[in-house]
């Protein structure tokens, strides 16, 4: 039965989708089913993440180099079937043209903060709480106490960085968990202030149609045909060794 439940997720994992790892954790976070389609090292999810995340939502998941280090990043999705996980992982392609479509003049940029407060700014994939605590980080500590306090969203906040003055514009995504935050020099920021903002308008709207497609395709493709294998499961277990799985 696991044979057949891998080689039907298997099934899912192609460029149309855009899937490129399917994994089942049981209730503890342990990989109990492996489908995957990408020699990427993954770093995993401790029960204490899979309890803070919402089932269908997307989340930043850090890939790992050969020594460990955080080294780029997949997106990823879990779906709650009883006491079973279904991790849904997907190519970061769609999300890095968004990326790169939101940068603008003076070194200006944009930064994401998903659900579960992974940063990413350009090359750098982390934590706000991990990058908050190294020296010379203001910035994240700026992102931070917007992302934690819903009043000093959507407001203009200046900091120092080094003998530049910066300031840091964080909103919220609609329709999921996630926050944009643009930021450049001070003394230029109001005079590129239209393109940064329709810049960061069109990375929300962006995300939208993303975590759409992301729930569309998971619910259609495979949370139905796992439900399945599940039902399937249940009866074998129960003693109707007649039952077979679909292919």
Excluded at 80 to 109: C, E, H, Q, W
Excluded at 215 to 227: G, N, Q, R, S
Aim: one cysteine or more; proline letters at 2%; aromatic letters at 8%.
């Amino acid at each position: 039965a696991k044979s057949a439940a891998e080689e039907t997720a298997k099934g899912y994992i192609t460029q149309d989708t855009g899937i490129i790892r399917i994994l089942i954790l049981d209730k503890s976070g342990k990989t109990v089913l492996t489908a995957d389609g990408s020699d990427a090292n993954y770093k995993l999810f401790d029960k204490d993440m899979l309890d803070r995340m919402v089932h269908g939502e997307a989340y930043i998941s850090t890939v790992l180099d050969a020594n460990d280090r955080e080294s780029g990043y997949e997106l990823v999705a879990p779906y709650m079937l009883n006491d079973r996980t279904v991790m849904v992982y997907f190519s970061n392609s769609y999300l890095d043209s968004i990326i790169k479509a939101g940068s603008f003049p003076t070194n200006g940029r944009v930064v994401l903060i998903d659900g579960l407060n992974h940063i990413l700014d350009g090359a750098y994939v982390g934590t706000l709480e991990e990058i908050s605590d190294r020296s010379g980080y203001v910035q994240y500590t700026t992102i931070g106490s917007a992302v934690n306090d819903p009043s000093l969203l959507n407001t203009s906040r200046r900091f120092e960085m080094g003998r530049n003055l910066q300031i840091a514009y964080t909103v919220k995504s609609p329709g999921c968990g996630w926050f944009v935050s643009a930021m450049a020099e001070a003394d230029k920021a109001y005079v590129y202030s239209s393109v940064a903002s329709s810049n960061v308008i069109g990375m929300v709207m962006g995300f939208s149609v993303l975590f759409i497609a992301v729930y569309v395709i998971a619910i259609v493709i495979i949370t139905k045909p796992l439900a399945s294998i599940e039902e399937t499961l249940v009866k074998i277990n129960r003693g109707d060794h007649d039952s077979r799985i679909e292919v």
